[in-house]
């Protein structure tokens, strides 16, 4: 009857977190219990400590793989159905065509962080946690999303100029962020992500 929960519920080949489990009263030490069958049957494989998902149907005989990002998305950017975190570093710039740089380590920042900088192990992979600068929402994380970009702009960035400028314009449209967006949140970053925004062509390049 779990497992049908845990189907009908979270579906193939999604995180399932034990901490998140409620079914018909189960204390947390019977699930475990449940789970570790359900895995040893081959119902469920096992992602990482805690974290488990129901493998989708494959020709391969391992069967299909849970993806990381899926995992980074449901822990730390999502908290049931609201925003609460974004991926950030080489990463996002990477995402925005600015670099080529590909990272080994997953940065994120979340407001499920306890700490201002905490490096863990998922699954074999690097993650670095951070807390947020202000409370993460719907409407606010891309906005931080793309200040923390531009604090470190410098460092991140492989192209200048007006090639830069464009690949910045470009995520602000799509996102239909403005100058005015961002200004209520300069005051928690370092003063030199105005330099950076001028440099970019930014300060002037939005229209406000």
Do not use: H, W
């Not at 609201?82 to 380590?105: H, K, P």
């Not at 993650?127 to 993460?136: E, N, Q, W």
């Not at 906005?143 to 991140?156: E, G, R």
């Amino acid at each position: 009857m779990l497992y049908e929960y845990l189907k009908e519920t979270y579906g193939e080949n999604e995180p399932i977190f034990i901490s998140e489990i409620e079914y018909n009263g189960m204390s947390e030490n019977s699930i475990r219990q449940q789970i570790k069958k359900m895995t040893d049957a081959e119902l469920l494989k096992r992602y990482d400590t805690g974290i488990y998902f129901i493998p989708k149907k494959s020709i391969f005989k391992s069967g299909t793989q849970l993806s990381m990002n899926r995992v980074i998305e449901r822990k730390y950017l999502q908290d049931k159905d609201e925003r609460c975190g974004y991926i950030s570093g080489v990463a996002f710039a990477n995402q925005l065509g600015i670099t080529t740089q590909v990272s080994m380590t997953c940065e994120v920042v979340t407001n499920k962080a306890t700490n201002d900088r905490r490096e863990i192990t998922l699954a074999n992979s690097r993650v670095i946690v951070r807390k947020p600068r202000v409370l993460i929402d719907e409407q606010n994380y891309r906005i931080l999303q793309f200040l923390d970009l531009m604090k470190d702009i410098d460092y991140f960035s492989e192209i200048t100029g007006e090639e830069l400028k464009k690949c910045l314009c470009k995520y602000l449209e799509a996102n239909s962020i403005r100058f005015t967006d961002m200004e209520k949140y300069l005051g928690y970053y370092p003063d030199k992500i105005y330099r950076n925004l001028f440099e970019a062509g930014m300060l002037y390049g939005i229209p406000s």
